[in-house]
């Protein structure tokens, strides 16, 4: 079963940080690189983050590289994502889900967790 369950999320003041969490099922999860995608309103769904299975590489779009930073536990099945100096252009509803390069394995999404940076 497909299960992606993101929360984190919030109104946040340009320049701030948030940490958003994805628990996911064993089916999702496992042995899986994971990533953050993001969907801004009138634009089409984006990879920002990705981490392999061990952690040990990751990968960042441009526009969050120096400020993000994506991280696993596999114990806990849940892949985080630390945002920080957030701006404008950082509003979005987050979604995580496991990453084949840029795109998503799995065509089922969780409800994803808006993120709103606004003074």
């Known amino acids: 079963q497909v299960q992606l369950v993101e929360s984190g999320g919030g109104l946040v003041q340009p320049g701030g940080s948030l940490r958003l969490s994805c628990a996911a099922s064993?089916?999702?999860?496992?042995?899986?690189?994971m990533g953050w995608f993001r969907q801004a309103p009138g634009k089409e769904r984006e990879l920002v983050a990705s981490i392999s299975w061990s952690g040990s590489s990751t990968y960042y779009a441009d526009s969050v590289k120096g400020r993000f930073t994506i991280s696993r536990d596999n114990t806990k099945r849940t892949v985080y994502l630390q945002m920080n100096s957030l701006n404008a252009e950082d509003t979005a509803v987050y979604y995580c889900?496991?990453?084949?390069?840029?795109?998503?394995?799995?065509?089922?999404w969780g409800q994803g967790t808006q993120v709103t940076v606004s003074s």
């Open positions: 889900n496991a990453a084949a390069g840029s795109s998503p394995v799995f065509s089922s």
């Open positions: 064993e089916r999702t999860f496992s042995g899986y690189v």
